[in-house]
C-alpha cells in the first residue's frame, strides 16, 4: 500500500515535471477542441464560430474541431474525462448535459474529472404553446396545469435530458403537473407544437424565439431570474411566482489535472473572444445568448446544479 | 449416433439454434425493465423465438434429406482477410490513417494470392495519395495523426 | 415571388455559383459511389467548409453534393451490389441483375435519368408548393408517423424473397436492433451493456455499410479474382435504351415521383423509404410483378426516381417552417445558420434572393446531374470495377472505415460495423434477405416511438390512434395492401381450379 502510494507520488511528480516543462512553450502543438455532438448542430456551430477566435487569442495556435457525437454530448464527455491532462484535448461542455447524464444512465465520470474554463453562452430554457392555445400568459399556462394536472401537455427532449428537467424543475417550483411528452429532440417537438398536437413544449429560447418572432408559437416565458437582452419581450417565470433558473450554459473544459496555467491561459484566450466585436456580431446574427463566466464561476454553476439535480433524483428519481 | 448429429448440424441448423438462444436471452434481458420500456423489445423478441423454433423444426426435418451445403467459399483467406480487416481497424485510428493504409492495400491483396508485389505497392501508394487529397487537401478533414511523423520529430 | 425568382436567377449567374453547383454534382456522385461515404457523411465535411464560402456558393455545393450523391448510390449497387447510400439498397434488386446479364451500361442510363427525373419534379414542387405543403407536414402528429411507419413494416411483406420464415426472421431481428439505446421515453438504457457509445442506438449507417458492403469484401478476397471486369461487360456505349423503352417508364416516373415527394415531406422519413415504397409500388402496379428482382428496368427507374424526389420535398418543411425532418435536412440547415440564415418564414421575406437562389440550385444540378452522370461520372466510376477485385477489396474497406471515423471519431463504431459485417455475411451464405432487416431497423423505432407518444398523450385511450382522418386514410390503405396479394392469390387459386 505505501509502495503504492510512494509509486504514485513520484509518478505524479514526474507528471507535474512535464506539465512545468510543457507549459512553458503552450501551445506548441495542435490542440483538439472536442465537440460532443454532430457537424451542424448547435455546439458545433459555436465551436467552429470561436475557433478562429482562439486560435488568434492563443498566439496562433492550431485548434481542430473534433466531432465526438453520442449519448448526449456524454460520449465526449467521457473521453474528456480520461485524456491526458496537457492542455492539448479540451472539450467544449454543455451544462447542465454534463451533469444530466450522471443520474440513472451509464456515464462514469464524475463532474470533478474536469477543469473549468471560460464560458460562451448561457440560454435560458423557455416554455412555448402552439398559436391556437388558449394560454396567452405563463400564468395561464400554470393555472390551467394546477386545476387540472397532468393534462397539459408539454414536449420536449427525452426523459432525463436538460429540457425535461428544466420542466421538472418548473413544476416543482410552481407546484403543478404537466403531461411531459419525450421526443426524440427539439425538432420533433416543435414540429408537434407548431401542428397543435401537444400544447407546449420546452427548449432553449435561441431555439424558440424565431417561432415566437414568427406567430407559429408563443414563448410565455424563460427560465431565468431576469429577463434575456435578446428578447426583452419575453418575461421570466420568476415573474409568475416561479423562481427557475435553468438553462444551456456552454464553455471550454479540459481534463482534471490540466495545470492552471493553461487552464488561465486558456479563460483568457475564451475572454478576448468574447469581447472581440466581429466574434459579437457572428453570435448576435445566430442568436447567441453570450455570457462569459470564468472557470471558478463555471465550476460553481456545475456543482450547484449537480446538488439540485442530486436532491431532486433522491427525491423522485425520473428513471426506473 | 455420430452420422445423425453430423447429418443435423448443417449451418441451417445452427443459425436457428442461435437465433433461438438470442431471442429467448432477449426475452429474459427485457424482463428487467419496466413494462412500458420493454414492451416493443419483448413484443420482438417473442416473434422472433416463434419464428425461430418453426426455423428450427424445418430445417431439422429437412436435414436429414439435404446434403449440407458448405458455408465458406474458400475459408483459409476468409480467416485472413477478416484478421487483416480487424488489424486495420484496430491500427489506423492508432498509427495514423495514411501508415496504416498505404501498408494495408498491398498487404490485402497479397495475402490473399496477387503475385504481382510491385502493382499492389503503387496500388497502395496511388489510393493512399488520392485519400490524402481528397480529405485534407480538399474537404480540410483532419485524419488520425500519423505516429511514424512523430516518432520521426522527436527522433 | 417572380420578382424574387428572378434576381436569384441573376444572382445564380456568376461563374463561381455554376463552377460550385457542378463541383458538387460532381463530388455528390463521388461521394454516393464510394461504399462507405453517404450523403449524409459529405454534408457534414462539407460544413465546417462553407464558413468561408459565399451563402449561394456554399449551398451551390450541398445542393449539388445531394441530388448527386442520390445517382451516386445507384453506381456501385447496379455494378457490386453494393448500395453506396442507404437510399440505393432498392436499385440493387433489379440494377445489379441487369449488370449481369450485361446490361450494366443500360441500368446505369436509366439510374441516371430517373435520379435526375425525381430531382427535378421535387425541386419544382419545393419552388411552387413549398407553403401549402408544409401545412401537410404539420397535419402529421405521432398518432399519423405510427401508421406511416405500420405501412411501410406492413411493405415489408413484398421483400420477403422465396423463404418467408427467413425474410420475417431479418426482419424481426432488425426491430430489435432497432430497440437497442436509449429508450428515450422512459430514459432507460436497453441492450447497451453499459456502453455510452450504443446510446443514441445503432447507426443506420453502420448496420448499412456492414451488412452490404463488408460480406462483399469478404467474398471478393476468398474468390481471390486477380483480374478486373473485363472491358467487354463493361460497355457502356452501345446500351439498347431508345426512345420506346424511356416512354415506357414515364408512368413508373410519375408515379415515383409523387411518392418520393410525398414521403420527402413527412419528417422522419428519408430518401431509403421513399425507394422502398416506390420500389414496392411498381411492382404492385406491374403486369408482371414475378419480373422484378430479375433485372427489370423499371425496378430501377422506381428506386432511383423515389430516392430523388425525396431530396427537395424534404427541404420544404426545413425551409418553411424551420423544422428539419431528416439528418441531410438537419445539415442543410446547419448550413444555412452557419451564415446567420435562419429557415422558417422569415427567410422568405428577408433573404428571398437564397431561398430561392437554393431552390433553384437543387433544380439546376438536376439537371446538371444528366449531363454530369450520363456522359463523364458513369464512365469514370465504371472503371474502377477494372481494377482488379484483390485491391479493390481493401480500398473498400479504407473508405468504409475512413468515412465512419471521419463523423465518430471512434473505434468502436468501426468494431460494431465489422460485427455487422460477419452477420451479413452469415445470413446472405444462409440465404436471408438484408433489406427486410434494413427496414425493420430503420422503421421500428419510428413505430414504437410514435405509437407510445400517441398513447401519452391521450394519456392511455387507443381511440386517438385513429382519430384523425389522415390516421384512418393511412389504416385502410393498410388494408388494402394486405388485402390484395389475398385476393390475387384467391383468384389465381380459382382459375386453377376451374382450369383442373
Given at each position: 500500500?505505501?509502495?503504492?502510494t510512494g509509486?504514485l507520488?513520484?509518478?505524479?511528480?514526474?507528471l507535474?515535471g512535464?506539465a512545468a516543462?510543457?507549459?512553458?512553450?503552450?501551445?506548441s502543438?495542435?490542440?483538439?477542441?472536442?465537440v460532443?455532438?454532430?457537424a451542424g448542430?448547435?455546439?458545433d456551430?459555436?465551436?467552429?464560430q470561436?475557433?478562429?477566435?482562439l486560435q488568434?487569442?492563443?498566439?496562433?495556435?492550431?485548434?481542430v474541431?473534433?466531432?465526438?457525437?453520442?449519448a448526449g454530448?456524454?460520449?465526449m464527455?467521457q473521453r474528456?474525462?480520461?485524456a491526458?491532462?496537457d492542455?492539448y484535448?479540451?472539450?467544449?461542455?454543455?451544462?447542465p448535459g454534463?451533469?444530466?447524464?450522471?443520474f440513472?444512465t451509464?456515464?462514469?465520470y464524475?463532474i470533478d474529472d474536469?477543469e473549468?474554463s471560460?464560458?460562451f453562452?448561457?440560454?435560458p430554457?423557455?416554455?412555448?404553446?402552439?398559436a391556437?392555445t388558449?394560454?396567452?400568459t405563463?400564468?395561464e399556462?400554470?393555472?390551467?396545469?394546477?386545476a387540472a394536472?397532468?393534462?397539459v401537455t408539454?414536449?420536449?427532449?427525452?426523459?432525463?435530458s436538460?429540457?425535461?428537467l428544466?420542466?421538472k424543475?418548473?413544476e416543482?417550483?410552481?407546484?403543478?403537473?404537466?403531461n411531459?411528452?419525450?421526443?426524440q429532440?427539439?425538432?420533433?417537438?416543435?414540429?408537434?407544437?407548431?401542428?397543435?398536437?401537444?400544447?407546449?413544449?420546452?427548449?432553449?429560447?435561441?431555439?424558440?424565439?424565431t417561432?415566437?418572432?414568427?406567430g407559429?408559437?408563443?414563448?410565455l416565458?424563460?427560465l431565468?431570474?431576469?429577463?434575456v437582452g435578446?428578447t426583452?419581450?419575453?418575461p421570466?417565470?420568476?415573474?409568475y411566482?416561479?423562481a427557475?433558473?435553468?438553462?444551456?450554459?456552454?464553455?471550454i473544459?479540459?481534463?482534471?489535472?490540466?495545470?492552471?496555467?493553461?487552464m488561465?491561459?486558456?479563460?483568457?484566450?475564451?475572454?478576448?473572444t468574447?469581447?472581440?466585436?466581429?466574434?459579437q456580431?457572428?453570435?448576435?446574427?445566430n442568436?447567441?445568448?453570450?455570457?462569459?463566466?470564468?472557470?471558478?464561476a463555471?465550476?460553481a454553476?456545475?456543482?450547484?446544479?449537480?446538488?439540485?439535480?442530486?436532491?431532486?433524483?433522491?427525491?423522485d428519481?425520473?428513471?426506473? | 449416433?455420430?452420422?445423425l448429429?453430423?447429418?443435423?448440424?448443417?449451418?441451417d441448423?445452427?443459425a436457428a439454434l442461435a437465433l433461438?438462444g438470442l431471442?429467448a436471452?432477449?426475452?429474459?434481458y427485457?424482463?428487467g425493465?419496466?413494462?412500458?420500456?420493454?414492451?416493443f423489445?419483448?413484443?420482438?423478441?417473442?416473434?422472433?423465438?416463434?419464428?425461430?423454433?418453426a426455423y428450427l423444426?424445418?430445417e431439422?426435418?429437412r436435414?436429414?434429406?439435404?446434403e449440407?451445403?458448405p458455408?465458406?467459399?474458400?475459408?483459409p483467406?476468409?480467416?485472413?482477410?477478416?484478421?487483416?480487416?480487424?488489424?486495420?481497424?484496430?491500427?489506423f485510428?492508432?498509427?495514423?490513417f495514411l501508415?496504416?493504409?498505404?501498408?494495408?492495400v498491398p498487404?490485402f491483396a497479397?495475402a490473399?494470392?496477387?503475385?504481382?508485389?510491385?502493382?499492389s505497392a503503387?496500388?497502395?501508394i496511388a489510393?493512399t495519395?488520392?485519400?490524402?487529397v481528397v480529405?485534407?487537401?480538399l474537404?480540410?478533414?483532419?485524419?488520425p495523426?500519423?505516429?511514424?511523423?512523430?516518432?520521426?520529430?522527436d527522433? | 415571388?417572380?420578382?424574387?425568382?428572378?434576381?436569384?436567377?441573376?444572382?445564380l449567374?456568376?461563374?463561381?455559383?455554376?463552377?460550385a453547383?457542378?463541383?458538387?454534382?460532381?463530388?455528390?456522385i463521388l461521394?454516393?459511389?464510394?461504399?462507405?461515404?453517404?450523403t449524409?457523411?459529405?454534408?457534414?465535411?462539407?460544413i465546417p467548409?462553407s464558413?468561408?464560402l459565399?451563402?449561394?456558393v456554399?449551398?451551390?455545393?450541398?445542393?449539388?453534393?445531394?441530388?448527386g450523391?442520390m445517382?451516386?448510390?445507384?453506381?456501385?449497387?447496379?455494378?457490386?451490389?453494393i448500395?453506396?447510400?442507404?437510399?440505393a439498397?432498392a436499385?440493387?434488386f433489379?440494377?445489379?441483375?441487369?449488370a449481369?446479364k450485361g446490361?450494366?451500361?443500360e441500368?446505369?442510363?436509366?439510374?441516371c435519368?430517373?435520379?435526375a427525373i425525381g430531382?427535378?419534379?421535387s425541386?419544382?414542387?419545393l419552388?411552387?408548393l413549398a407553403?401549402p405543403?408544409?401545412?401537410v407536414t404539420l397535419a402529421?402528429?405521432?398518432?399519423e408517423?405510427?401508421w406511416?411507419?405500420a405501412?411501410?413494416?406492413?411493405?415489408i411483406?413484398?421483400l420477403?424473397?422465396?423463404d418467408?420464415?427467413?425474410?420475417?426472421?431479418s426482419?424481426?431481428?432488425g426491430l430489435l436492433?432497432a430497440s437497442?439505446g436509449?429508450?428515450?421515453?422512459?430514459?432507460r438504457?436497453?441492450?447497451?451493456?453499459?456502453?455510452?457509445?450504443l446510446?443514441?442506438g445503432?447507426n443506420?449507417?453502420v448496420?448499412l455499410?456492414?451488412?452490404?458492403?463488408?460480406?462483399r469484401?469478404?467474398?471478393m478476397?476468398?474468390e481471390?479474382?486477380?483480374t478486373?471486369?473485363s472491358?467487354?461487360?463493361?460497355?457502356?456505349s452501345g446500351?439498347?435504351?431508345?426512345?420506346r423503352a424511356?416512354?415506357?417508364?414515364v408512368?413508373?416516373w410519375?408515379?415515383?415521383?409523387?411518392?418520393?415527394i410525398?414521403?420527402g415531406?413527412?419528417p422522419?422519413?428519408?430518401?431509403?423509404?421513399?425507394?422502398?415504397?416506390s420500389?414496392?409500388e411498381?411492382?404492385?402496379a406491374?403486369?408482371?410483378?414475378?419480373s422484378?428482382?430479375?433485372?427489370?428496368p423499371r425496378g430501377v427507374?422506381?428506386?432511383?426516381?423515389?430516392?430523388?424526389?425525396?431530396?427537395?420535398?424534404?427541404?420544404?418543411?426545413?425551409?418553411t417552417?424551420g423544422?428539419?425532418g431528416?439528418a441531410?435536412a438537419?445539415?442543410i440547415?446547419?448550413g444555412?445558420?452557419?451564415?446567420?440564415?435562419?429557415?422558417?418564414p422569415?427567410?422568405?421575406?428577408?433573404?428571398g434572393?437564397i431561398?430561392?437562389?437554393f431552390?433553384?440550385q437543387?433544380?439546376i444540378?438536376?439537371?446538371?446531374?444528366?449531363?454530369?452522370?450520363?456522359?463523364?461520372?458513369t464512365?469514370?466510376f465504371?472503371q474502377?470495377l477494372?481494377?482488379?477485385?484483390?485491391?479493390?477489396?481493401?480500398?473498400?474497406?479504407a473508405?468504409?472505415?475512413l468515412?465512419?471515423?471521419?463523423?465518430s471519431n471512434s473505434?468502436?463504431?468501426?468494431y460494431?460495423?465489422?460485427?455487422f459485417?460477419?452477420?451479413?455475411?452469415t445470413m446472405e451464405?444462409l440465404?436471408?434477405?438484408?433489406p427486410?432487416?434494413?427496414?425493420?431497423?430503420?422503421?421500428?423505432?419510428?413505430a414504437?416511438?410514435n405509437?407510445?407518444?400517441?398513447l401519452?398523450i391521450?394519456?392511455?385511450?387507443?381511440?386517438?390512434?385513429l382519430?384523425?382522418?389522415?390516421?384512418?386514410?393511412?389504416?385502410i390503405?393498410?388494408l388494402?395492401v394486405?388485402?390484395?396479394?389475398?385476393?390475387?392469390?384467391?383468384?389465381?387459386k380459382?382459375a386453377?381450379?376451374?382450369?383442373?
Amino acid at each position: 500500500m505505501t509502495r503504492m502510494t510512494g509509486l504514485l507520488a513520484s509518478a505524479s511528480v514526474l507528471l507535474a515535471g512535464t506539465a512545468a516543462f510543457a507549459q512553458s512553450d503552450y501551445p506548441s502543438r495542435q490542440i483538439e477542441l472536442m465537440v460532443g455532438f454532430s457537424a451542424g448542430g448547435a455546439l458545433d456551430l459555436l465551436a467552429r464560430q470561436a475557433q478562429p477566435f482562439l486560435q488568434k487569442y492563443l498566439d496562433g495556435a492550431d485548434i481542430v474541431v473534433v466531432n465526438v457525437p453520442g449519448a448526449g454530448g456524454a460520449v465526449m464527455n467521457q473521453r474528456l474525462a480520461n485524456a491526458t491532462p496537457d492542455g492539448y484535448t479540451l472539450g467544449l461542455l454543455s451544462m447542465p448535459g454534463v451533469v444530466t447524464v450522471l443520474f440513472g444512465t451509464d456515464a462514469e465520470y464524475t463532474i470533478d474529472d474536469f477543469e473549468y474554463s471560460g464560458t460562451f453562452t448561457f440560454e435560458p430554457h423557455s416554455i412555448m404553446v402552439g398559436a391556437n392555445t388558449p394560454y396567452q400568459t405563463g400564468a395561464e399556462l400554470l393555472d390551467a396545469a394546477r386545476a387540472a394536472p397532468g393534462t397539459v401537455t408539454i414536449g420536449g427532449a427525452g426523459i432525463g435530458s436538460a429540457a425535461h428537467l428544466a420542466l421538472k424543475s418548473l413544476e416543482l417550483a410552481a407546484g403543478v403537473e404537466f403531461n411531459f411528452i419525450p421526443s426524440q429532440g427539439a425538432a420533433e417537438m416543435v414540429n408537434q407544437v407548431l401542428g397543435g398536437h401537444i400544447d407546449g413544449g420546452v427548449t432553449t429560447i435561441s431555439a424558440s424565439y424565431t417561432h415566437h418572432q414568427e406567430g407559429q408559437a408563443r414563448v410565455l416565458g424563460v427560465l431565468a431570474s431576469q429577463r434575456v437582452g435578446l428578447t426583452p419581450d419575453i418575461p421570466t417565470f420568476a415573474e409568475y411566482g416561479a423562481a427557475v433558473e435553468w438553462g444551456a450554459l456552454r464553455g471550454i473544459a479540459a481534463p482534471a489535472g490540466t495545470p492552471q496555467e493553461i487552464m488561465d491561459r486558456i479563460t483568457e484566450a475564451v475572454r478576448l473572444t468574447m469581447d472581440d466585436p466581429e466574434f459579437q456580431e457572428i453570435a448576435a446574427r445566430n442568436q447567441m445568448v453570450l455570457d462569459f463566466r470564468d472557470g471558478a464561476a463555471f465550476r460553481a454553476s456545475v456543482e450547484e446544479v449537480y446538488l439540485t439535480l442530486e436532491t431532486m433524483w433522491a427525491d423522485d428519481p425520473w428513471i426506473d | 449416433m455420430m452420422r445423425l448429429i453430423r447429418s443435423v448440424t448443417t449451418p441451417d441448423v445452427i443459425a436457428a439454434l442461435a437465433l433461438v438462444g438470442l431471442s429467448a436471452w432477449a426475452l429474459y434481458y427485457v424482463s428487467g425493465l419496466s413494462a412500458r420500456a420493454a414492451m416493443f423489445p419483448r413484443l420482438a423478441a417473442g416473434l422472433l423465438l416463434a419464428l425461430s423454433v418453426a426455423y428450427l423444426i424445418r430445417e431439422l426435418f429437412r436435414a436429414s434429406r439435404v446434403e449440407p451445403q458448405p458455408f465458406f467459399h474458400h475459408a483459409p483467406r476468409f480467416v485472413i482477410a477478416l484478421v487483416l480487416v480487424v488489424t486495420y481497424a484496430v491500427a489506423f485510428p492508432k498509427i495514423g490513417f495514411l501508415t496504416a493504409t498505404i501498408v494495408f492495400v498491398p498487404l490485402f491483396a497479397t495475402a490473399i494470392g496477387m503475385r504481382r508485389p510491385w502493382l499492389s505497392a503503387a496500388s497502395g501508394i496511388a489510393f493512399t495519395a488520392a485519400v490524402y487529397v481528397v480529405f485534407v487537401v480538399l474537404l480540410n478533414r483532419r485524419l488520425p495523426p500519423e505516429r511514424i511523423i512523430e516518432l520521426w520529430r522527436d527522433f | 415571388m417572380f420578382d424574387q425568382l428572378l434576381m436569384a436567377f441573376v444572382a445564380l449567374a456568376t461563374i463561381e455559383n455554376v463552377v460550385a453547383m457542378f463541383l458538387g454534382t460532381l463530388i455528390g456522385i463521388l461521394i454516393g459511389a464510394l461504399p462507405g461515404l453517404t450523403t449524409t457523411i459529405g454534408l457534414a465535411l462539407l460544413i465546417p467548409l462553407s464558413f468561408g464560402l459565399s451563402p449561394l456558393v456554399a449551398l451551390g455545393l450541398m445542393a449539388g453534393l445531394y441530388n448527386g450523391s442520390m445517382y451516386g448510390g445507384a453506381i456501385p449497387a447496379i455494378l457490386l451490389n453494393i448500395p453506396g447510400t442507404p437510399s440505393a439498397i432498392a436499385t440493387t434488386f433489379d440494377g445489379y441483375p441487369m449488370a449481369r446479364k450485361g446490361r450494366a451500361a443500360e441500368a446505369l442510363r436509366i439510374a441516371c435519368y430517373s435520379s435526375a427525373i425525381g430531382a427535378l419534379v421535387s425541386a419544382l414542387a419545393l419552388l411552387l408548393l413549398a407553403p401549402p405543403l408544409s401545412l401537410v407536414t404539420l397535419a402529421f402528429g405521432p398518432a399519423e408517423y405510427f401508421w406511416v411507419a405500420a405501412f411501410g413494416l406492413v411493405s415489408i411483406s413484398v421483400l420477403l424473397g422465396s423463404d418467408p420464415i427467413k425474410g420475417l426472421i431479418s426482419a424481426t431481428l432488425g426491430l430489435l436492433i432497432a430497440s437497442v439505446g436509449m429508450d428515450t421515453l422512459t430514459g432507460r438504457m436497453r441492450f447497451t451493456f453499459g456502453n455510452l457509445e450504443l446510446a443514441d442506438g445503432v447507426n443506420i449507417v453502420v448496420v448499412l455499410i456492414g451488412l452490404f458492403a463488408l460480406p462483399r469484401v469478404l467474398r471478393m478476397a476468398e474468390e481471390a479474382i486477380k483480374t478486373g471486369v473485363s472491358r467487354d461487360e463493361l460497355r457502356l456505349s452501345g446500351s439498347r435504351l431508345n426512345g420506346r423503352a424511356l416512354v415506357s417508364l414515364v408512368p413508373t416516373w410519375l408515379r415515383s415521383s409523387a411518392i418520393g415527394i410525398a414521403v420527402g415531406i413527412l419528417p422522419g422519413a428519408g430518401g431509403n423509404i421513399a425507394a422502398f415504397l416506390s420500389y414496392n409500388e411498381a411492382k404492385r402496379a406491374a403486369r408482371d410483378p414475378e419480373s422484378f428482382g430479375t433485372g427489370n428496368p423499371r425496378g430501377v427507374a422506381a428506386a432511383e426516381t423515389g430516392n430523388s424526389s425525396d431530396n427537395a420535398a424534404s427541404l420544404i418543411p426545413t425551409l418553411t417552417l424551420g423544422v428539419p425532418g431528416n439528418a441531410i435536412a438537419a445539415l442543410i440547415m446547419g448550413g444555412l445558420l452557419v451564415h446567420g440564415l435562419q429557415p422558417g418564414p422569415a427567410l422568405f421575406r428577408d433573404n428571398g434572393v437564397i431561398v430561392y437562389g437554393f431552390m433553384l440550385q437543387m433544380l439546376i444540378t438536376s439537371v446538371i446531374l444528366v449531363g454530369l452522370g450520363g456522359l463523364i461520372a458513369t464512365r469514370l466510376f465504371a472503371q474502377v470495377l477494372r481494377t482488379p477485385q484483390v485491391l479493390l477489396a481493401p480500398m473498400i474497406v479504407a473508405l468504409m472505415f475512413l468515412g465512419l471515423f471521419t463523423v465518430s471519431n471512434s473505434s468502436f463504431q468501426l468494431y460494431l460495423m465489422i460485427g455487422f459485417g460477419l452477420l451479413g455475411y452469415t445470413m446472405e451464405r444462409l440465404s436471408f434477405p438484408l433489406p427486410p432487416m434494413i427496414l425493420g431497423v430503420i422503421l421500428g423505432s419510428m413505430a414504437e416511438q410514435n405509437l407510445r407518444m400517441s398513447l401519452m398523450i391521450s394519456r392511455g385511450d387507443w381511440s386517438y390512434l385513429l382519430a384523425s382522418p389522415i390516421s384512418k386514410l393511412i389504416a385502410i390503405l393498410i388494408l388494402v395492401v394486405l388485402f390484395v396479394p389475398v385476393r390475387r392469390a384467391f383468384r389465381k387459386k380459382m382459375a386453377m381450379e376451374k382450369g383442373s
